[in-house]
């Protein structure tokens, strides 16, 4: 989908049934996740460059300063959890740089991100990556992937197999004056077992 082609006016401005859905499924958003309520962290509004049209399609910024997400696949209030071929792009970019593949990979992020930068006489802005390293083309990909998947339920996964693999990636959150944090591989990144379910069974209880 060209970014380039879409008006960042409506609330909204990504249509439901867009040429990159695959499988269309969403749910509900809970208020806390609002626009007005979920405010973006600067790491990642501030993570995109000029010409980057994901930054004025993805998120609205609030009356307080803030910045709420706006850029899901369903053209409404809601969260995308389908698949769409953006993510595909990345999966096998990702793929193919894990497996020393680095032409493909290559091909694959530089087709996605001509699409999502604008455009002057009709021909993208955005520079396509021609030499890198492999490392460094992984770690690029990966962030590409978090700029451009949002809110899809992927992040707490991606956080738990990276982290795994070394990426000691620590979340922190300032509410009220306090601090929050949430350690790479910390016995909290395995949700509790019901308790109903506990006792019916005889399981352990995973380690909190």
Request: zero cysteines; a neutral charge; glycine letters at 6%.
């Amino acid at each position: 989908m060209d970014y380039s082609a879409l008006n960042s006016s409506p609330t909204y401005p990504i249509a439901r049934y867009n040429q990159e859905v695959i499988y269309q499924s969403a749910i509900g958003a809970p208020q806390i996740l609002s626009i007005s309520r979920a405010n973006i962290v600067e790491e990642i509004t501030g993570s995109y460059v000029d010409g980057d049209l994901r930054k004025a399609l993805y998120f609205v910024r609030n009356t307080d300063g803030t910045y709420g997400f706006r850029g899901n696949y369903i053209g409404s209030a809601g969260l995308f959890m389908g698949y769409a071929t953006d993510e595909l792009y990345l999966l096998r970019a990702e793929s193919a740089a894990r497996t020393d593949r680095l032409r493909v990979a290559l091909q694959d992020i530089n087709a996605l991100l001509s699409t999502r930068w604008k455009k002057v006489n009709g021909i993208s802005t955005y520079q396509p990556i021609e030499e890198i390293d492999a490392d460094d083309l992984l770690a690029f990909i990966l962030s590409e992937r978090r700029k451009s998947l949002l809110f899809r339920g992927l992040r707490w996964y991606d956080l738990k197999r990276l982290n795994r693999d070394g990426a000691n990636i620590t979340l922190r959150r300032r509410i009220a004056g306090q601090e929050y944090v949430l350690l790479a591989n910390d016995l909290r990144y395995a949700l509790p077992i019901p308790e109903d379910v506990i006792r019916i069974s005889d399981m352990e209880q995973n380690p909190r």
